[in-house]
């Protein structure tokens, strides 16, 4: 509560505290008449837990305040307001057209996408003199914007480490101004919580007798593994980039002439678009080498290339990269850049440049399980799918992906799946037997890779 920054996200575990105190932030301004606070969960349901606390903080804080139920917000003597709403669908995002809010709190971030979250900084704007303006979150892993906001606040920066962001803004008069915004990641977990603890000291015993995966994220705050993640087998263990042994991502190699090189590719206009290079070794082994990945930096938005552009960047790439040049390249993409329904196909662009792809198969659910016997690991400690430690953007995206919640068995779409479906085109090139009994990683010895930091920093 004392950080100055615009943005800062509270939590990554269960039990610290997070929705208090997003709730006695919001009252951090009550004594100004035109301050207006706004407090957000996903879905109108969701908020009676927070409604009902709000009746127990807000009246001790203010007795003379008053909650409007039909309208669902706090009224307090000096007119300031505090709303209490939500953003069931991105569309929703528009129901806030037009208001301004001085605090803005998400419950749950990894909930709301980046359109919902990023729309709500053009909504935060005084009413009047005096105010501070600024945006606050809670959330654990897991859930739609796992990835986002793993990304945005844990991976780029230590916890309790200001990140700040410049840009050039042109003002009426045609001079750039520059500008900057900061955010931050405040880690919590429930030892943290000496009241919970004291109240309830077996609390932290039952997150520990929680399924592996809940365990991880909910008691530790473990942004690598949650609930419903699709991949539970990835493994980033800097130990093992070199020896190529217990970790999906290795350091890179110069790769032997006579390996096959595959070239999977995931079109994408504004949601982006991906382009992998695969060799695969005598074995049937798997390496991904290089990644081209059409986004604009945020989560999920294209560059809108066209496929001309994208064909063009991908022969200067088979030209200069030196484990790419020269060698006999198959390419292997999604049946639908075939379409010719309305007018010429992205396929037929791209073959005008010299790039060239076959017809991929587009089986999800056999796609899904080539992907998981793939990852597996042998009684050696190595998968059929390794990755190069400079494919940032397979090792940000993989991991985060989520089951859809209409179809359990299968990837959730409206997630960053883009490198995923490029990647599963060439695995059903060459389906692989599931392995007969796939072997659990040993317990590291070091701290696990969580990023740009390691998993130490989160205790």
């Known amino acids: 509560m004392e950080r100055t920054e ?20 919001g009252l951090r301004q009550i004594k100004l008449p035109h301050y207006r606070g706004l407090i957000l969960r996903k879905t109108y349901p969701q908020l009676s837990q927070l409604v009902d606390r709000s009746l127990e903080l807000y009246k001790a804080a203010c007795p003379q305040a008053v909650y409007n139920q039909s309208r669902h917000f706090w009224q307090f003597p000096s007119g300031a307001k505090i709303y209490f709403g939500s953003m069931q669908h991105t569309s929703d995002r528009i129901n806030y057209q037009g208001k301004r809010f001085d605090y803005i709190a998400f419950d749950e971030l990894t909930q709301f996408t980046w359109e ?8 935060c704007r005084p009413g009047g003199p005096g ?21 945005r606040f844990i991976s780029a920066a230590p916890p309790m480490t200001r990140i700040t962001e410049k840009g050039l803004i042109n003002g009426p008069d045609g001079k750039a101004v520059e500008g900057q915004q900061s955010r931050v990641f405040v880690p919590s977990t429930v030892f943290d919580n000496r009241i919970l603890l004291e109240n309830d000291p077996q609390y932290a015993m039952r997150l520990a007798l929680l399924p592996e995966a809940d365990k991880k994220a909910l008691l530790y705050g473990d942004w690598d593994s949650f609930s419903g993640q699709v991949f539970t087998e990835w493994r980033n263990d800097p130990s093992g980039y070199r020896t190529r042994k217990w970790s999906h991502v290795v350091d890179p190699f110069v790769v032997p002439s006579s390996w096959s090189i595959y070239r999977g590719f995931d079109f994408g206009y504004t949601r982006p678009f991906s382009v992998g290079w695969y060799a695969v070794d005598h074995d049937g082994r798997a390496y991904r080498i290089r990644e081209l990945y059409g986004c604009t930096g945020n989560p999920n938005e294209g560059v809108r290339w066209e496929p001309g552009r994208i064909a063009a960047e991908i022969a200067r790439i088979e030209k200069d990269d030196p484990n790419l040049c020269g060698k006999r390249i198959r390419g292997i993409a999604d049946p639908s850049i075939f379409d010719e329904s309305r007018g010429e196909s992205v396929a037929a662009m791209m073959e005008r440049r010299g790039v060239y792809f076959d017809r991929g198969d587009n089986s999800r659910i056999a796609g899904k399980m080539q992907m998981h016997h793939r990852l597996a ?20 995206t ?3 992906l989520i089951y859809d919640s209409a179809d359990v068995e299968d990837v959730d779409t409206s997630g960053e799946d883009h490198i995923y479906d490029e990647c599963r085109y060439v695995m059903m090139d060459s389906p692989i037997s599931p392995p007969v009994r796939p072997i659990k990683p040993p317990v590291s010895e070091g701290p696990l890779d969580y990023g740009r930091y390691e998993s130490s920093d989160f205790r």
């Open 116 to 123: 919902e979250y990023s729309y709500m900084f053009s909504r």
């Open 398 to 400: 993989l991991p985060s």
């Open 6 to 25: 615009f943005e800062a996200l509270y939590g990554g575990a269960a039990g610290g505290g997070k929705s208090d105190a997003l709730l006695a932030e």
């Open 377 to 396: 690991f042998d009684t050696e400690g190595i998968p059929m799918l390794q990755v190069f430690s400079t494919c940032r953007h397979f090792i940000r």
């Open 131 to 151: 105010s501070r303006c600024y945006i606050r979150a809670s959330a654990n892993p897991g859930g739609q914007g796992h990835g986002w906001v793993k990304q």
